[in-house]
Each structure stands twice: as structure tokens, then as C-alpha cells.
């Protein structure tokens, strides 16, 4: 049992998937996609306990021996990855009950969550393989079945954000299916460990330049790093609810570990010094920090604003991997599962406005904060740890961001994420005003606490939020673990004139 | 009890107290003694404490650790002790004065007011017990968060406003300075324990030592250093009672007294002398006592008018833990305590005018003496203390600063402290006066008008005659200064 685990998460979602499309309507749907969730949940927990304890887990598709078969490879930063997902799926899953129906057209539900499914198993496959073109046909899953769930919003705008997602997603993964096969060309291996042992070789190829450049792009694409975001606001702001909350807790989250993979796992690291990576990863990465949060202050749409902001928190885990030290990757990985917690939170209380009132607009949400005072508190400490209050999940992944900027001396760095926590203050405190100090408007005097389903998700992830500000163990434990596989090589000088 | 739960519940009580008084919401004296009993007890656990303090005692207690070296932990030093029980006792005393002025004046949303101020409470304790930098910059921010319903409780545009500034400015600072500088000295010491001596000595070139002692100076916003004292006057939109106790005594003084942990406990006295560090930023400090002061003057407002005279008070204290002579510390150290309890007196008083006769300006208060005496007398009293003359406790942290001053031979800042001395004559004394021997604008006597609520005037008869007490009676504090400033 234990070895067949890596396969059981991918194969369990994609099985159940097609089944739930055909379940009569209803709650059946939800609650076959509920014990699945919790049982992949179950599954990638202990996983990462095996990972922590054994070693690398090495798993041959059909019995065929890596490189010419696919083989699963699962160490601690895969494990962790696979972890976020697989356990914010089944957070999500109690809230979505109550949330869809309230979102989506009744026909549609048992689609929803087929879709759903489908796009967990596209997740976490991304997560367990160790072929790179299996990585390609994941991503697709996943990506595809995302437009689908995407489109399921309320409003027509959903349909026009899904397509733009649908054009810039498609071209991310096709930039990634050229870099993919260039690099095939000269090596003539998908695997990544057996690229990661071909490579230092052919380095100097244009080649494997011009690979590497398109992969690059292709899943900076999808992990909307600055200034590819574009498509990243509107999806997330017209999607379903729950589908914002479990896409920005763990679509972006998966990209970024497909980048640390491609980065520190396949590439060898005096290519990547060739090259201005290290460089650009630190200026995007500064840039979203910046104009991402000040486009969140302007947003008058609450999951538009928290959009922005994902776009900026981002900006903070490209900075960590600009950083290319053990400390600036574990940064990276803390603030990866870190973020997720908190945007979940966060995306998951503006779900529970709309459930109440119908809408996400900062003009309507005027004092509701003493209508539903445990959705507003929610909201503040999940907004608190989004700032990085000491004591919530945000500060530790800014104190190790900023320990790992000052490591390198890297001045402007601390000065722009520390500016960055500011701008976070702005554009929290003005959702925090408008629900606590602003008058009741006359339609919202008769508006209720929301109910039980969707406040115990919530407050469930809220207690992660400060639980896991005070006990890092987990996290950065299992992050610095991470880093330690990913093989950093730390030498200060490494991103050379942005530092200085 | 240990003194390891003592210290833990000092610190949870306040907590405790707070949801007993939101769930006696429905029943205001049930509530308000729930809050009269909590301070209670908090007081007399404090001064136990202190008694098992000084008979040499060390506590420590450490309750989780988020970061490998980096500990959520609180320890009892003199320093600490001395904070805690000001901010204690003072505590006890709001709470009775503050049961009459909410009362008196008719305010809303009083349980969330008796509950966030229970909050702040447990959050300055804590801040006090801190054993590290970075316990006490959690608790800091907690502070800073929990005391932000209290500014806005009116809930008006202008206490909206007030709020914004309020949190703008300290979280402002304290994130973008404050916060940089615990990172480099964690960067740099490895270490972010309250070490007598110093963390930093040895570890850092002194060029920079003074640029990350600038970042403390201006990121611990508390300490209302100019420019970023904006704050404080913004924070006057809140009840009396919370000016009175926070904003005189509790978030003001967690920032000096961070100030002076920092200055003591990080960078250390001998590291600061030896390298002249704060030579050129203790001028800094120097220009808030005078012009926080000059601004005082212009203040028609009286509570804008002591907000103003809290600014430049509190730089007194940076100012000694600046000057990190023995008797600048010493001065400085003793300064949190004279200076919180002359000018709580003060607010209180002018809580009282307000409840009684809704005045809120100082040109209003001409012959309002005769009708209101305590008051004015408690007024009056507190207003020497604040000038530093004897028989008032206030003379003593004075004496000390001066001393320090002369000692370290900044024989300018001795003309700036009694400059200082003069303009505290000019802008306080006046009021007293005024309202004793002018006579109203109206020309006749008030026959109206009628002393605060009896509650408000024990509270203001305990703190001033406590300013006298202190006089005469200042060893406790002065055995704590020491121990603070490393023996005798």
C-alpha cells in the first residue's frame, strides 16, 4: 500500500471524477467529492510523513525503470506541495456545499464537481510526477478543467475571464511543450533526474538556452508572476467562490513548485548563474510587491483586491527564489503553504458575504462587520496574518524572507517587502473600515451571521493561520528539508548588481 | 503561588477578565465589578511579584518557541517590574474613575470599551515581562490592534480619522523601522535576548550601530519621537479614561520603555558610551522636549494641550536612555513612574471638567476652581510634579536626568532641560490658576456647576497624593532603577 500511495492520489480523484458527473443531482455529488478529498488528504499527509521519515520515494508507472518509463519521484518538497493541495481540497469541500448551490445553476452541480475532481487530480499529478512532459499533460488537466470551473460564475464577465485565462494558459503551456521538446531534442530524456545528470553537459547549447527561456515563460505564465498576472485578477474574481478559494490556495502554489523543480532540480546551477534568472525573479518579484498591492488598494470589488494581492504575495515567493539561497527557498516554501492558508481564509469570508448579500462589492459590504461578527473576525486575523502580525502564519514567512534578504545584503529587497507588509495595511484596513465603522445600509439591517457549513471551514483554516505563526515546526521544518533536496547552492554573491 | 504562574497570571487575567465582561454584557454592575475585581486582583498579584522580586528572585517562563533560537517567552527584570506595576496599579485606579466617567456620560458600546481596554492591559504585561525583542514586538502589535477600537469608539468621522493616524503611524513604523532593526540585530547577534550588558557589543561596527539605533528610535512610534508623535495628539478622540490610561501611561510608556529595554538590554550602556553612538540623535530627542512643548502652548484644546505635554515628557525619558550614563538611565527609568502618575492626574482632571461642565477648551476654565476644588487641586498638584519641583515625586527623575546631563558633560542639554522646565510652567500652570482667581467670562461665580462624579475624584485624590508619596517615599522605584541600570 504505502508505495502505490503517489499513484492512489493521482488515480482516485480521475476515477471518482467521471462517476460523480453521472450521480443523480443533489447532495450525492458533494458528498462522493468529499470522501475523496479527505481521503487524498488522508493519503498525501501520510505520504509526507513517509518522505520525512524513509527518504525519497522512487515509484515505476507499470514497471518500467526510470528513464524510459515515467517514474513518480516524491521527496519532502513534493510531498509538502501535494500536502497544501490535497488538504485545502478538503477544507474546501464542507464549505462548497452550501456555497455552490448558492452559485451555481443546480443542473450544473454534479459538473462542478467532476470538474473539481478532475482538476485536484491535474494538481496533484503535477506534484507526484517526475517526467516532464507528464508535468505538461497535468497541467492541461488541471489547466482545462479550471477554465471549466472558472466559467461557472454567476456573472457574464466569468465567461469572458475563463476565455482569457483559456489564451494565456494556452500559451503558457505551449511555450512549455516547446521548451520541453527542445530540451528533449538535445538530451533525448523527460526524466527530470536523469536531465538533471545530462544537462551540466550540454549547457552551453542554444539550445537548451532557448528551452529553458520558453519553459521559463511558460510557467511563469501560470504562476502569474509579474507582469504575466493579467489573466489572474478577473479569473479569480468572477469564478464560483469556492473555486477562487481553492484555485488561490493551490493553482499558483503547484506552478511555483513545477518552477523550483525546473530550476534547482533539472538545471544545473552554473547555467542558471549564466543567466540573468536570479535577477529577473528579484525584479518581477519586487515589481508585484509594489503595483500588485497598490492596484489592490484601488479595487472597489473585495475579491478583486485580494486578487491584486495574491498577484503581490506572489512577488514575495519569486523574491525568496530570487534569492537562490537555502534561506530564500525556504522563504519561498514556507510562504507557499503559508499563503495558502491565509488567501483560503480570506477568499473563503468574502464567500460567506456573498453567500449572505449577493455581492462582493465594497459598496454594499458597509457594517456588516456587527451583523456577522465571526466572519469579520475571520477576516481580520486572516487579514492581520496577510499583513504579517507576529503571531499569525504571515510573520514567520516574512521574518525568514527578510533574514534571507539581509543574509545577501540585499537592501532594497527588505526595504520593498517590508513597504509591501505597508501597503497590505492600506488595503486591509480599508476593507476592515468599510465592514466595522461604516453605517448599515437600510437593505443589509436583516443580514445573518452566515451559517455553521461555511463558518467552520473558515475558522478551521483562521486557527491554522495562528497556529501555525507560533509552532513552525511543520512548515519550516519541512521546508528547510525542502531546500536541502532542491540542493541550493548558496553563494551571496549570486544575484550580482541588483544586491549591491 | 510559583512565581512562574504569577507571572503567566498577571499576564491572563486581564484576559479572563475580558470575556467575563463580554458575557455580562447585558449587566453593566455586574460587568463593571467583574472589571473592578480583575484589576484588583492584577494589582495585588503585581505587587506580590515585586515583593518576590526583590528579595532577588529570577523568573523566567517560556511558552512556545515559532523559531528555532527565537522564543515566545517573559521574564521578570527590574526594569519590567518597575512598568508592570505602574501600569498595574494604575489599572485599579482607571477602572474606579473610569466606572464614573462612562456612566457620567452616557457613552455607548461600554463592554466592548471594558473589554478591549482589558485587552490592552494583558498586552502591555506581557510587553513589560518580555524576555526577548521579539516577544515584546508581538505583544507591541497586539497592543497597538487592541487599543484601535478604543481611539475610534465614538465611531464619529473625526475618531475615524484619529484611528486611521493612530494606526498608520504605529503600525507604519513599527513595521518598516522597528521590525528591520529586530531582524538586523537578529542578523547580527544570533540572538534576540535581554541580556544585561548587551547583545550587540563586539558584533557591530559603531558607524552602523548608530543607524540601527535610529531605526529604533523612530520605528518604536510608542515613544512619539518627532516626526512621528502625530500619532498620539490623533489618539486624543478616545474616551478620557483611555487617554488617560493608555495615552499617558500604558502604550506611551511601552514605547519608552521598549526604547530603554533596547538601549540597555541590546546595544548596552558601556557599547553606547564607548562609541558615542547616540551622540548626534540624542539632539533629536532634545528638539521633541522643546518643541513638543512650544506646540503644547498653542493648544487651546486641554486634552490636545497634555497630549502635546506627553510627547515631550516622553522624550525626556529617550533622552536619558540616550544619554546611557548611569544617571540617565536611572533618571529615565524613574521617569516612566513620575511622569505616569502626574499625568494620568491630569487627564483625569480634565475628565472630570469634561463630565461636569462638557468644557473642553483651556479658555473655558476660567473660575471654575471654586466650583470644582479636587479637581483643580488634583490638577494643580500634578502640574508641579510635572514641572519636577518639590515636595513632588517628579523632582526626583528630573534631578536624576539633569545629573546625567552634567555627567556625561552635554552641559547644552542641560540649558535644553531647564528651558524645558520653564515651558512646562508656562503651559500647564497657567490652567490652575486661571480657574481659581479669574473670573468666568460670564462674570459671575458658577453656581451650577457641580464636582465630577465621586467615583472620578477618589481616583484623582489616589494618583495625586500618590505624586507626593512618591517624594518622600521614592525607594521602591529607585531600588528597581538600579538593579535596571546594572547594580549599584
New interface residues.
Given amino acids: 500500500m504505502g508505495n502505490h500511495i503517489s499513484l492512489l492520489l493521482v488515480v482516485i480523484p480521475l476515477i471518482a471524477a467521471p462517476i460523480v458527473a453521472v450521480l443523480p443531482r443533489g447532495r450525492l455529488p458533494w458528498l462522493a467529492t468529499l470522501i475523496i478529498t479527505f481521503i487524498c488528504a488522508v493519503l498525501a499527509s501520510s505520504q509526507l510523513w513517509m518522505v520525512l521519515n524513509d527518504g525519497v520515494i522512487s515509484y515505476e508507472l507499470g514497471g518500467w525503470a526510470p528513464p524510459w518509463g515515467i517514474e513518480y519521484r516524491i521527496d519532502a518538497v513534493n510531498a509538502l506541495v501535494a500536502l497544501i493541495v490535497a488538504a485545502i481540497a478538503a477544507i474546501t469541500l464542507p464549505y462548497a456545499l452550501l456555497s455552490a448551490e448558492k452559485e451555481i445553476p443546480q443542473q450544473q452541480i454534479p459538473l462542478f464537481y467532476s470538474a473539481f475532481l478532475l482538476c485536484l487530480t491535474g494538481l496533484l499529478g503535477i506534484t507526484q510526477t517526475g517526467d516532464l512532459f507528464n508535468v505538461f499533460v497535468f497541467l492541461e488537466i488541471s489547466s482545462l478543467s479550471s477554465y471549466a470551473l472558472i466559467s461557472l460564475g454567476r456573472n457574464r464577465q466569468a465567461l469572458t475571464s475563463a476565455y482569457q485565462y483559456l489564451i494565456m494558459g494556452t500559451i503558457g503551456a505551449t511555450f512549455f511543450l516547446i521548451g520541453v521538446g527542445l530540451i528533449y531534442s538535445q538530451t533525448g530524456t523527460l526524466n527530470m533526474q536523469d536531465l538533471a545528470k545530462l544537462l551540466p553537459e550540454l549547457a552551453h547549447l542554444k539550445t537548451v538556452h532557448t528551452g529553458f527561456a520558453f519553459i521559463m515563460i511558460g510557467i511563469a505564465l501560470k504562476l502569474a508572476m509579474y507582469p504575466l498576472h493579467l489573466w489572474l485578477p478577473n479569473a479569480y474574481t468572477y469564478a464560483p467562490s469556492v473555486v477562487t478559494v481553492f484555485l488561490a490556495a493551490t493553482a499558483t502554489k503547484v506552478a511555483i513548485y513545477i518552477m523550483l523543480r525546473v530550476l534547482f532540480t533539472i538545471f544545473p546551477n552554473d547555467f542558471l548563474l549564466a543567466t540573468p534568472t536570479y535577477d529577473i525573479f528579484i525584479l518581477s518579484g519586487m515589481a508585484a510587491i509594489i503595483i500588485a498591492s497598490i492596484y489592490a488598494i484601488y479595487q472597489s470589488n473585495i475579491k478583486k483586491l485580494l486578487a491584486y494581492s495574491s498577484v503581490a504575495q506572489i512577488g514575495y515567493i519569486a523574491l525568496g527564489i530570487g534569492f537562490a539561497s537555502s534561506k530564500g527557498i525556504t522563504a519561498a516554501l514556507v510562504h507557499l503553504f503559508n499563503h495558502a492558508l491565509m488567501k483560503a481564509a480570506l477568499f473563503m469570508a468574502v464567500g460567506a458575504i456573498i453567500y449572505r448579500i449577493g455581492s462582493c462589492n465594497m459598496k454594499n459590504i458597509n457594517g456588516l462587520g456587527k451583523q456577522m461578527p465571526w466572519t469579520f473576525g475571520a477576516i481580520v486575523i486572516a487579514g492581520?496574518s496577510l499583513?504579517?502580525?507576529?503571531?499569525t502564519a504571515g510573520f514567520?514567512s516574512k521574518?525568514?524572507l527578510?533574514?534571507a534578504a539581509?543574509?545577501q545584503q540585499a537592501w532594497i529587497s527588505?526595504a520593498v517587502i517590508?513597504?509591501g507588509?505597508?501597503l497590505a495595511?492600506i488595503y486591509i484596513?480599508k476593507l476592515i473600515?468599510a465592514l466595522y465603522?461604516k453605517p448599515v445600509t437600510d437593505s443589509n439591517q436583516s443580514v445573518q451571521e452566515a451559517p455553521l457549513l461555511l463558518l467552520v471551514p473558515l475558522w478551521v483554516l483562521v486557527c491554522a493561520n495562528i497556529y501555525f505563526?507560533?509552532?513552525?515546526s511543520l512548515t519550516?521544518g519541512v521546508a528547510e528539508k525542502a531546500a536541502d533536496v532542491l540542493g541550493v547552492i548558496n553563494t551571496s554573491s549570486i544575484s550580482g548588481v541588483m544586491n549591491k | 503561588m510559583n512565581p512562574e504562574a504569577l507571572i503567566l497570571a498577571i499576564i491572563l487575567l486581564p484576559l479572563f477578565g475580558m470575556f467575563g465582561i463580554i458575557t455580562s454584557r447585558n449587566h453593566p454592575n455586574i460587568r463593571e465589578a467583574v472589571t473592578l475585581i480583575t484589576a484588583s486582583l492584577v494589582a495585588i498579584l503585581v505587587v506580590s511579584l515585586a515583593i518576590q522580586f526583590m528579595d532577588g528572585n529570577d523568573f523566567a517562563v517560556t511558552i512556545?518557541e515559532?523559531?528555532p533560537g527565537l522564543s515566545?517567552a517573559f521574564k521578570v527584570e527590574a526594569l519590567g517590574m518597575l512598568f508592570a506595576l505602574v501600569a498595574g496599579l494604575l489599572w485599579l485606579v482607571t477602572s474606579i474613575y473610569s466606572i464614573g466617567y462612562m456612566r457620567g456620560h452616557k457613552e455607548k458600546n461600554q463592554t466592548r470599551f471594558y473589554a478591549a481596554f482589558a485587552l490592552a492591559i494583558s498586552c502591555t504585561m506581557a510587553v513589560a515581562f518580555s524576555a526577548n525583542l521579539?516577544t515584546l514586538?508581538?505583544f507591541y502589535?497586539?497592543l497597538t490592534?487592541s487599543t484601535y477600537p478604543l481611539v475610534?469608539h465614538a465611531?464619529t468621522d473625526e475618531a475615524?480619522r484619529g484611528g486611521?493616524t493612530y494606526?498608520?503611524i504605529l503600525?507604519?513604523t513599527s513595521?518598516?523601522l522597528f521590525?528591520?532593526g529586530i531582524?538586523?540585530t537578529?542578523?547580527v547577534a544570533g540572538t534576540l535576548d535581554f541580556q544585561q550588558g548587551g547583545i550587540l557589543a563586539g558584533k557591530l561596527d559603531p558607524a552602523w550601530a548608530g543607524l540601527l539605533y535610529a531605526l529604533f528610535l523612530f520605528g518604536i512610534g510608542k515613544a512619539a519621537i518627532m516626526p512621528f508623535h502625530r500619532w498620539l495628539p490623533a489618539a486624543m478622540v478616545a474616551p478620557t479614561p483611555v487617554s488617560a490610561l493608555l495615552h499617558a501611561v500604558a502604550v506611551v510608556k511601552v514605547g519608552v520603555f521598549t526604547l530603554l529595554k533596547v538601549t540597555i538590554y541590546i546595544f548596552g550602556s558601556d557599547f553606547i558610551l564607548s562609541n558615542d553612538i547616540t551622540g548626534g540623535l540624542i539632539w533629536v530627542a532634545a528638539a521633541t522636549i522643546l518643541f513638543a512643548s512650544m506646540i503644547a502652548m498653542t493648544k487651546d484644546n486641554l486634552k490636545a494641550r497634555l497630549a502635546y505635554s506627553t510627547v515631550s515628557q516622553l522624550s525626556y525619558i529617550t533622552l536619558g536612555a540616550m544619554l546611557a550614563s548611569k544617571a540617565g538611565l536611572m533618571g529615565a527609568s524613574m521617569h516612566i513612574a513620575m511622569h505616569a502618575f502626574a499625568k494620568i492626574t491630569l487627564f483625569f482632571a480634565a475628565g472630570a471638567i469634561f463630565v461636569a461642565t462638557h468644557k473642553k477648551l483651556v479658555s473655558e476654565l476660567d473660575g471654575l476652581g471654586r466650583a470644582m476644588p479636587i479637581t483643580f487641586t488634583a490638577f494643580f498638584i500634578a502640574t508641579l510634579s510635572i514641572i519636577g519641583l518639590p515636595p513632588l515625586g517628579g523632582m526626583w527623575s528630573k534631578w536624576y536626568l539633569g545629573l546625567g546631563a552634567v555627567e556625561t558633560g552635554q552641559l547644552l542639554l542641560v540649558a535644553v532641560l531647564m528651558l524645558s522646565s520653564l515651558l512646562n510652567i508656562a503651559y500647564l500652570l497657567p490652567i490652575p490658576i486661571r480657574a481659581f482667581f479669574s473670573k468666568p467670562a460670564s462674570g459671575s461665580h458658577y453656581t451650577e456647576i457641580t464636582e465630577a462624579p465621586k467615583t472620578m475624584l477618589l481616583a484623582m485624590i489616589i494618583t495625586s497624593i500618590t505624586c507626593v508619596i512618591l517624594f518622600f517615599y521614592p525607594d521602591p522605584l529607585y531600588q528597581l532603577a538600579t538593579l535596571a541600570t546594572g547594580g549599584s
Fill in positions: 492581520l499583513i504579517g502580525i507576529p503571531g514567520i521574518w525568514y527578510v533574514t539581509l543574509e527588505v517590508l513597504f507588509s505597508l495595511v484596513g473600515e465603522f505563526g507560533l509552532d513552525t519550516v | 512556545a515559532p523559531i515566545i521579539f514586538f508581538l502589535e497586539l490592534l475610534t465611531g475615524r486611521r494606526l498608520g503600525l507604519g513595521i518598516g521590525l528591520l531582524l538586523v537578529w542578523f
